[in-house]
């Protein structure tokens, strides 16, 4: 059974698949890493797509996977959509959920907002406190800001190149939940039809937040796209 690599969205870690872990077969080789200045490693540098490509490439390497299916939560999707069109012999399939594919200074600066360390504090305490929890022992204030500058290159020029999904090789399931309020339907199934082995799925009642999914029906969806 080819491995399956779970990559975690924006602010999140690794440890956002437990709960989805515990619903896939247990005898499915499944893995799950930390992008840079997340999950507690230290924020060295700016994140950019290229860093956190780098990042995946060198978990492969680490553990001697030669080709992996992906699914990208989120940030995680739009990372493996990059990594396929430039390495399509290590990906053999893809699956993403809730990845914000359209990007320009006007998306950039409205998710940012999303992402202000002192208005998450005020507002949403209890977010605050999880997000200290989960990329502890580092500056979870510092990986807002980063995150923040980092959507706002990816909406000024720093996003995918417009020809990426085209060379695509491999088969792409583009998913988004239908209460997903971040992500739009119109992009998903836009650039679903970009991919040559590109499709588009529809999961109803699946919000944006990846803690607020269902992760039964979520593993349910993965082993029917990758078994």
Request: proline share 7%.
């Amino acid at each position: 059974m080819t491995p399956l690599l779970l990559l975690h969205g924006a602010l999140g870690s690794a440890a956002q698949f437990q709960t989805l872990q515990q619903h896939l077969p247990a005898d499915w080789p499944v893995y799950t890493l930390n992008f840079p200045g997340h999950g507690g490693l230290p924020v060295q540098e700016p994140f950019s797509m290229r860093l956190f490509s780098d990042a995946v490439l060198r978990f492969l390497q680490d553990h001697h996977l030669p080709q992996v299916n992906i699914f990208g939560y989120s940030m995680g999707g739009y990372v493996a959509l990059g990594l396929a069109a430039e390495h399509p012999a290590r990906l053999q399939k893809i699956v993403t959920l809730g990845t914000k594919l359209d990007w320009s200074p006007e998306v950039a600066a409205g998710m940012s907002r999303m992402f202000d360390p002192e208005k998450i504090q005020a507002k949403v305490p209890q977010f605050a406190e999880m997000l200290a929890r989960t990329h502890a022992p580092a500056d979870w204030k510092a990986v807002c800001r980063y995150t923040t500058a980092f959507l706002h290159d990816l909406g000024n020029g720093h996003r995918l190149p417009a020809d990426t999904f085209g060379r695509i090789a491999g088969p792409v399931t583009i998913g988004w939940g239908e209460l997903d309020n971040v992500v739009t339907m119109e992009e998903s199934r836009r650039i679903a039809t970009q991919i040559p082995l590109g499709k588009f799925q529809l999961l109803e009642g699946m919000k944006h937040p990846l803690e607020q999914v269902d992760a039964e029906s979520l593993a349910a969806f993965l082993m029917t796209e990758f078994g």
